[in-house]
């Protein structure tokens, strides 16, 4: 066999390129095929990518290529037409998709640009947010900080703390080096250094108040910067080499200032301000900030508003005082007033009792002298006795009458009475005054005016008599007529009277009585003193000295009290005058009209009471034989004790009538000690109080213990006839207070 020494050949360089470019497109077919997996990857995980379809399309693009490549390593052999086809068709795919999305691309970049703009502005905005919260930050500080000086400031109403506490706080909370306040001088051309941060007791600083620096803060509500070397500024130690802090002025308002007496503040600021200085530390870099400015200038108002609140306490606190003073001063004046008032009243009460008990010896003694023979000269006397010791009496009553209206403890005694009844009585106790003086009195009532009415006939009668007794007593000659009827409501209101405010109703009417004479007259200057208690016009003064001028005084309060007005028309002296006054009366029902027809009084006439057996308890001997003489003429048995004890030895159930003077010591007890001895109401004889003093609290004491009637002195012989009629008739006598 045949040996065959030979070297095999080594591959040409066209083939070595042709298998690097096999491996070569190998391997770029799978990157290009791993690309679009790793892009689907992505295009699945991100939810927000807006540009998927251009991914999807970018995505086609390679997988071409890799094709491209993949199909070119047939391409390095002999190969086939079909591959030929195939491996052309590859590339124009390649082609136009690379061309689509190169085209593509031109579109898509500006808008990726505007992505990276807009990414750009959020940063820019996302920066400004961080400045706005920062400030937010900086005003919710700043805010805190107001609070607190707030806080500060106004946990005192004291001024100077206040101003002192702004001070220290201001200085704590913006770490200055110093704060000053500059206070108005009580001149006003001045400012004066009051408060300072760092000196104790800083005097002797004083600067002009119209400085172009001060004018220029004064003129602005905002806080200013100055220069350091202000004169309002040159107040902290001498900072050598060192460079001054800025320096900040503001004005605080003055509101009130009349009362803070510091150094001759004024006393009125309305429009004056005072002058906060602030400085920084001196050699720092350190500048006012907006916020720290804004914190001051709020402190300022909060300082005004702080000192305003203080003058208003210190303000409420002095009238407080004044108020107490005045209270401490009336409270004194009105002890003084009651007991002045009650002083008089006891007076009152002890001169009343006292005046009536010797009235009573008059009155009772003139009476049955009178009944008596006499001399025309003595019956003369006795009848002017009579007739002054009734005016006396009348005096007595007019002054407890208007004391109790003044203390108004007075009431009206409301009862149903005969009302043309009451006008024909005083009538008749006028006429025989008149005949005396030649003078005509004529009484008209109308024709609707009702028979009877509710209302205190006691008062309306004293009303009546008085403006009567007047005319009687004013009028030397001519005519007096009393005329009464039901005032219309067009004349109720009356311009004299703006206070009187009538109200018609079905229930009540108004009766005006006018009372016209032909007397002296009045000067109508002089009508409204009429009215005055004790006191008289000076012609009826000059004219007539008689009188105690209460007359008007306790008829005008008496109209008050029934709800009514007085008033008096004059045409002047010499012309006469009509005295005029409306007083509201009541309209009983008609059944109890009907059941109690009203008629005149009985006339009971020289009549006796032969045989009546009467005691009378008193311990005055003086009045107790007075009241027995009454009654001895008027034909009584009477027997007279002046204890209690002997009352209850001597009387007996023949006793048909007990006179007692409750003003006695222990008056009232025997009254109690004689029921407890009559069990029986008809054993026991009738028990009458008689006293002196016209206090509605005796009235009330007598029917407490059970009393059977009160009678008040002075009591003549046709009252004590009277009351022995009416007492044994009704078993029961009340006499109105």
Same mark, same amino acid.
């Given at each position: 066999?045949?040996?065959?020494?030979?070297?095999?050949?080594?591959?040409?360089?066209?083939?070595?390129?042709?298998?690097?470019?096999?491996?070569?497109?190998?391997?770029?077919?799978?990157?290009?095929?791993? &690309?679009?997996?790793?892009?689907?990857?992505?295009?699945?995980?991100?939810?927000?990518?807006?540009?998927?379809?251009?991914?999807?399309?970018?995505?086609?693009?390679?997988?071409?290529?890799?094709?491209?490549?993949?199909?070119?390593?047939?391409?390095?052999?002999?190969?086939?037409?079909?591959?030929?086809?195939?491996?052309?068709?590859?590339?124009?795919?390649?082609?136009?998709?690379?061309?689509?999305?190169?085209?593509?691309?031109? %579109?898509?970049?500006?808008?990726?640009?505007?992505?990276?703009?807009?990414?750009?502005?959020?940063?820019?905005?996302?920066?400004?947010?961080?400045?706005?919260?920062?400030?937010?930050?900086?005003?919710?500080?700043?805010?805190? %900080?107001?609070?607190?000086?707030?806080?500060?400031?106004?946990?005192?109403?004291?001024?100077?703390?206040?101003?002192?506490?702004?001070?220290?706080?201001?200085?704590?909370?913006?770490?200055?080096?110093?704060?000053?306040?500059?206070?108005?001088?009580?001149?006003?051309?001045?400012?004066?250094?009051?408060?300072?941060?760092?000196?104790?007791?800083?005097?002797?600083?004083?600067?002009?108040?119209?400085?172009?620096?001060?004018?220029?803060?004064?003129?602005?509500?905002?806080?200013?910067?100055?220069?350091?070397?202000?004169?309002?500024?040159?107040?902290?130690?001498?900072?050598?080499?060192?460079?001054?802090?800025?320096?900040?002025?503001?004005?605080?308002?003055?509101?009130?200032?009349?009362?803070?007496? &510091?150094?001759?503040?004024?006393?009125?600021?309305?429009?004056?301000?005072?002058?906060?200085?602030?400085?920084?530390?001196?050699?720092?870099?350190?500048?006012? %900030?907006?916020?720290?400015?804004?914190?001051? !200038?709020?402190?300022?108002?909060?300082?005004?508003?702080?000192?305003?609140?203080?003058?208003?306490?210190?303000?409420?606190?002095?009238?407080? =005082?004044?108020?107490?003073?005045?209270?401490?001063?009336?409270?004194?004046?009105?002890?003084?007033?009651?007991?002045?008032?009650?002083?008089?009243?006891?007076?009152?009460?002890?001169?009343?009792?006292?005046?009536?008990?010797?009235?009573?010896?008059?009155?009772?003694?003139?009476?049955?002298?009178?009944?008596?023979?006499?001399?025309?000269?003595?019956?003369?006397?006795?009848?002017?006795?009579?007739?002054?010791?009734?005016?006396?009496?009348?005096?007595?009553? =007019?002054?407890?009458?208007?004391?109790?209206?003044?203390?108004?403890?007075?009431?009206?005694?409301?009862?149903?009475?005969?009302?043309?009844?009451?006008?024909? !009585?005083?009538?008749?106790?006028?006429?025989?005054?008149?005949?005396?003086?030649?003078?005509?009195?004529?009484?008209?009532?109308?024709?609707?005016?009702?028979?009877?009415?509710?209302?205190?006939?006691?008062?309306?009668?004293?009303?009546?008599?008085?403006?009567?007794?007047?005319?009687?007593?004013?009028?030397?000659?001519?005519?007096?007529?009393?005329?009464?009827?039901?005032?219309?409501?067009?004349?109720?209101?009356?311009?004299?009277?703006?206070?009187?405010?009538?109200?018609?109703?079905?229930?009540?009417?108004?009766?005006?009585?006018?009372?016209?004479?032909?007397?002296?007259?009045?000067?109508?200057?002089?009508?409204?003193?009429?009215?005055?208690?004790?006191?008289?016009?000076?012609?009826?003064?000059?004219?007539?000295?008689?009188?105690?001028?209460?007359?008007?005084? &306790?008829?005008?309060?008496?109209?008050?009290?029934?709800?009514?007005?007085?008033? &008096?028309?004059?045409?002047?002296?010499?012309?006469?005058?009509?005295?005029?006054?409306?007083?509201?009366?009541?309209?009983?029902?008609?059944?109890?009209?009907?059941?109690?027809?009203?008629?005149?009084?009985?006339? %009971?006439?020289?009549?006796?009471?032969?045989?009546?057996?009467?005691?009378?308890?008193?311990?005055?001997?003086?009045?107790?034989?007075?009241?027995?003489?009454?009654?001895?003429?008027?034909?009584?048995?009477?027997?007279?004790?002046?204890?209690?004890?002997?009352?209850?030895?001597?009387?007996?159930?023949?006793?048909?009538?007990?006179?007692?003077?409750?003003?006695?010591?222990?008056?009232?007890?025997?009254?109690?000690?004689?029921?407890?001895?009559?069990?029986?109401?008809?054993?026991?004889?009738?028990?009458?109080?008689?006293?002196?003093?016209?206090?509605?609290?005796?009235?009330?004491?007598?029917?407490?213990?059970?009393?059977?009637?009160?009678?008040?002195?002075?009591?003549?012989?046709?009252?004590?006839?009277?009351?022995?009629? =009416?007492?044994?008739?009704?078993?029961?006598?009340?006499?109105?207070?």
């Amino acid at each position: 066999m045949e040996s065959c020494n030979c070297i095999e050949p080594q591959w040409p360089a066209e083939e070595l390129l042709m298998k690097y470019q096999y491996i070569s497109d190998f391997f770029i077919a799978l990157a290009y095929f791993s &690309i679009p997996l790793e892009l689907i990857y992505f295009v699945k995980k991100s939810a927000v990518f807006p540009y998927r379809w251009v991914l999807v399309q970018f995505g086609a693009f390679i997988v071409l290529c890799g094709a491209t490549h993949l199909i070119n390593l047939w391409t390095f052999n002999m190969h086939s037409r079909t591959v030929a086809v195939v491996m052309t068709t590859s590339k124009v795919l390649t082609a136009v998709v690379s061309c689509a999305t190169a085209l593509m691309l031109v %579109h898509i970049i500006p808008d990726l640009l505007s992505v990276k703009t807009r990414e750009l502005f959020l940063k820019n905005k996302a920066a400004e947010l961080d400045r706005e919260m920062g400030l937010i930050r900086t005003q919710e500080e700043t805010g805190r %900080h107001v609070r607190m000086l707030t806080h500060e400031i106004r946990s005192t109403l004291d001024r100077h703390t206040i101003l002192k506490t702004t001070l220290v706080e201001l200085g704590r909370t913006l770490v200055l080096e110093e704060c000053a306040l500059w206070m108005p001088t009580r001149t006003g051309l001045e400012l004066q250094l009051s408060y300072t941060l760092r000196q104790q007791n800083p005097v002797g600083y004083n600067v002009p108040i119209q400085l172009p620096v001060i004018n220029q803060v004064f003129s602005s509500n905002r806080a200013m910067k100055i220069s350091p070397n202000s004169p309002v500024a040159r107040i902290r130690p001498f900072a050598g080499k060192y460079m001054p802090g800025e320096v900040v002025a503001v004005r605080v308002p003055l509101l009130h200032l009349s009362n803070f007496q &510091i150094n001759d503040w004024p006393e009125l600021s309305t429009r004056r301000y005072a002058l906060m200085v602030l400085m920084l530390p001196s050699d720092s870099a350190r500048q006012w %900030h907006v916020h720290e400015l804004e914190l001051v !200038e709020v402190v300022a108002d909060q300082v005004a508003v702080a000192l305003s609140h203080a003058a208003i306490l210190e303000e409420s606190m002095r009238a407080r =005082d004044l108020l107490m003073d005045q209270n401490v001063a009336l409270d004194h004046a009105r002890r003084e007033a009651e007991t002045a008032i009650r002083a008089r009243n006891d007076f009152l009460a002890v001169m009343n009792h006292e005046m009536r008990t010797p009235m009573h010896a008059i009155i009772a003694l003139s009476s049955l002298l009178q009944e008596t023979e006499l001399t025309p000269e003595q019956r003369v006397m006795v009848e002017t006795i009579l007739k002054s010791s009734n005016l006396l009496a009348t005096l007595i009553n =007019d002054v407890l009458d208007l004391s109790r209206l003044e203390d108004g403890s007075l009431q009206l005694d409301l009862g149903t009475f005969n009302l043309h009844a009451l006008f024909r !009585e005083v009538l008749n106790l006028i006429k025989p005054i008149a005949s005396v003086k030649k003078l005509h009195v004529t009484l008209n009532l109308a024709p609707d005016l009702p028979e009877c009415a509710i209302g205190d006939e006691k008062r309306l009668m004293q009303t009546i008599l008085n403006v009567v007794g007047n005319a009687l007593k004013f009028s030397k000659e001519g005519s007096i007529s009393i005329t009464a009827f039901v005032a219309k409501s067009e004349s109720l209101r009356d311009s004299r009277a703006p206070d009187f405010f009538p109200a018609p109703s079905d229930d009540h009417f108004y009766l005006r009585v006018q009372v016209k004479d032909a007397g002296q007259g009045v000067n109508p200057q002089e009508i409204p003193k009429l009215f005055t208690k004790f006191a008289q016009t000076q012609t009826l003064a000059t004219r007539n000295s008689s009188g105690s001028g209460l007359g008007l005084a &306790i008829c005008k309060r008496f109209v008050n009290l029934m709800e009514g007005h007085i008033w &008096i028309e004059s045409e002047g002296l010499g012309k006469g005058c009509t005295v005029i006054f409306i007083v509201k009366l009541c309209i009983p029902e008609r059944s109890n009209e009907s059941k109690s027809p009203f008629l005149p009084k009985a006339n %009971h006439g020289q009549a006796g009471f032969p045989g009546l057996k009467v005691l009378v308890l008193d311990h005055n001997g003086g009045s107790r034989m007075v009241t027995k003489g009454l009654l001895v003429h008027l034909g009584c048995d009477v027997t007279t004790v002046s204890s209690i004890d002997e009352c209850l030895l001597v009387v007996s159930q023949e006793h048909k009538v007990l006179f007692m003077d409750v003003c006695m010591p222990d008056g009232f007890e025997a009254a109690a000690r004689l029921h407890e001895k009559f069990t029986k109401h008809h054993e026991r004889p009738l028990i009458v109080a008689l006293t002196g003093n016209a206090d509605k609290v005796i009235k009330e004491n007598c029917m407490r213990v059970g009393m059977d009637g009160v009678i008040l002195k002075p009591v003549s012989v046709d009252k004590m006839r009277s009351v022995l009629s =009416d007492l044994l008739e009704h078993r029961v006598l009340f006499e109105a207070m």
